[in-house]
């Protein structure tokens, strides 16, 4: 049986106590013997002597002595090396039970393995805990500060209705349905996160005409699209895949919500294309594009690659993220050969 770790320091330890010992009365017995015999033979004891002299009591006094203090020496030195890691570890979950989450043990011997393993783990678990605590924090600040805004509006215009400032027409009815729709799209989008984050995002993947459902979220859009300046091509090189047709829906809308508030005026194309094994789905705009640093950020929650906010909740990529992940694929961002921005979501054929 081969040992490493822990284990295996504790047995050198052990293996180097007995060879000491034994080699510390192996050859101080022939050195006392030695010197006996040639200083003082005369005293020597004879081979009818069965007990021991006194010379020879003194002898194994000093010997067992010395083995006890190197005996001792080696294990305090073993459990000091074996014991840091461990009070590191024991300190470290007393500090985090007293909500101090940047604590982290001290390694100190890689040698030792189990231990040194031990503290890796705990570290690597208030690491865990801390970025969760923080995006915790962040999360609740960033919908907190979502919904501040249509709360406000909605507070402001029914106030408005009750104290007679506004007139109770259609208009006023449609503007406070539009932030209610608003409202609801926030929580829609904040659910699809929490449930692809928990690993609850089920998807039901079935034979869709995808060209059908394109169409159908175009005419959707239509009206936010033509407010924009922008007119929807499609380019359908394949007509039917396999996804789920309401999530497929959703992300669409937010993609082609997404270039309705920040792309300029002109076309918005949606393709469809089997590449490799896989579905594509892209919607490209006609620019001004994405600085390159920015890219690898736009599928992240609440973030905004441009200064204008829009009203855009910073949350509609990160949906499209979330549900080509659910289908086992993938979405990507990058800048056409035109300078306008593609998104495009893949996923198994």
Same mark, same amino acid.
């Given at each position: 049986?081969?040992?490493?770790?822990?284990?295996?320091?504790?047995?050198?330890?052990?293996?180097?106590?007995?060879?000491?010992?034994?080699?510390?009365?192996?050859?101080?017995?022939?050195?006392?013997?030695?010197?006996?015999?040639?200083?003082?033979?005369?005293?020597?004891?004879?081979?009818?002597?069965?007990?021991?002299?006194?010379?020879?009591?003194?002898?194994?006094?000093?010997?067992?002595?010395?083995?006890?203090?190197?005996?001792?020496?080696?294990?305090?030195?073993?459990?000091?090396?074996?014991?840091?890691?461990? @009070? +590191?570890?024991?300190?470290? #979950?007393? %500090?985090?039970?007293?909500?101090?989450? $940047?604590?982290?043990? =001290? *390694?100190? !011997?890689?040698?030792?393995?189990?231990?040194?393993?031990?503290?890796?783990?705990?570290?690597?678990?208030?690491?865990?805990?801390?970025?969760?605590?923080?995006?915790?924090?962040?999360?609740?600040?960033?919908?907190?500060?979502?919904?501040?805004?249509?709360?406000?509006?909605?507070?402001?215009?029914?106030?408005?209705?009750?104290?007679?400032?506004?007139?109770?027409?259609?208009?006023?009815?449609?503007?406070?349905?539009?932030?209610?729709?608003?409202?609801?799209?926030?929580?829609?989008?904040?659910?699809?996160?929490?449930?692809? @984050? +928990?690993?609850?995002?089920? #998807?039901? %993947?079935?034979?869709?005409?995808?060209? $059908?459902?394109?169409? =159908? *979220?175009? !005419?959707?859009?239509?009206?936010?699209?033509?407010?924009?300046?922008?007119?929807?091509?499609?380019?359908?090189?394949?007509?039917?895949?396999?996804?789920?047709?309401?999530?497929?829906?959703?992300?669409?809308?937010?993609?082609?919500?997404?270039?309705?508030?920040?792309?300029?005026?002109?076309?918005?194309?949606?393709?469809?294309?089997?590449?490799?094994?896989?579905?594509?789905?892209?919607?490209?705009?006609?620019?001004?594009?994405?600085?390159?640093?920015?890219?690898?950020?736009?599928?992240?929650?609440?973030?905004?690659?441009?200064?204008?906010?829009?009203?855009?909740?910073?949350?509609?990529?990160?949906?499209?993220? $979330?549900?080509?992940?659910?289908?086992?694929?993938?979405?990507?961002?990058?800048?056409?050969?035109?300078?306008?921005?593609?998104?495009?979501?893949?996923?198994?054929?």
């Amino acid at each position: 049986m081969r040992l490493s770790g822990l284990s295996r320091q504790i047995a050198l330890s052990m293996i180097k106590i007995a060879l000491g010992t034994a080699f510390l009365v192996t050859l101080g017995s022939f050195a006392f013997y030695y010197i006996w015999n040639k200083y003082w033979p005369s005293n020597m004891p004879s081979e009818s002597d069965f007990a021991p002299s006194l010379p020879e009591w003194a002898w194994i006094a000093a010997t067992f002595s010395i083995a006890i203090v190197v005996s001792i020496s080696v294990a305090v030195k073993l459990s000091r090396r074996i014991l840091e890691p461990l @009070n +590191s570890v024991a300190d470290g #979950i007393r %500090q985090v039970a007293k909500g101090d989450l $940047a604590v982290r043990a =001290t *390694v100190g !011997d890689r040698s030792l393995g189990e231990a040194a393993l031990l503290a890796d783990d705990f570290n690597s678990l208030a690491e865990k805990l801390q970025q969760m605590t923080d995006a915790q924090a962040f999360w609740n600040a960033a919908i907190a500060h979502e919904l501040r805004t249509p709360v406000t509006i909605l507070r402001g215009r029914l106030q408005g209705l009750a104290e007679g400032v506004f007139t109770p027409d259609k208009d006023q009815f449609l503007r406070l349905l539009a932030q209610v729709d608003g409202l609801s799209r926030l929580i829609d989008d904040l659910r699809v996160l929490s449930l692809m @984050n +928990s690993g609850e995002l089920h #998807i039901s %993947q079935t034979r869709v005409d995808i060209t $059908a459902e394109i169409k =159908t *979220v175009a !005419d959707l859009a239509s009206g936010m699209l033509q407010a924009a300046g922008q007119q929807v091509i499609i380019d359908a090189q394949v007509v039917w895949m396999q996804c789920d047709a309401v999530r497929i829906r959703q992300a669409l809308l937010a993609l082609l919500e997404n270039a309705s508030r920040y792309a300029l005026a002109g076309t918005v194309r949606i393709q469809t294309r089997h590449e490799d094994g896989f579905y594509c789905l892209s919607v490209e705009d006609d620019g001004p594009g994405i600085a390159p640093e920015r890219i690898e950020q736009v599928f992240v929650a609440f973030y905004r690659a441009t200064e204008v906010t829009n009203n855009g909740s910073g949350l509609g990529l990160a949906v499209v993220a $979330a549900i080509a992940q659910a289908h086992h694929g993938t979405a990507r961002c990058y800048l056409s050969a035109a300078g306008g921005t593609v998104i495009e979501l893949r996923w198994p054929a």
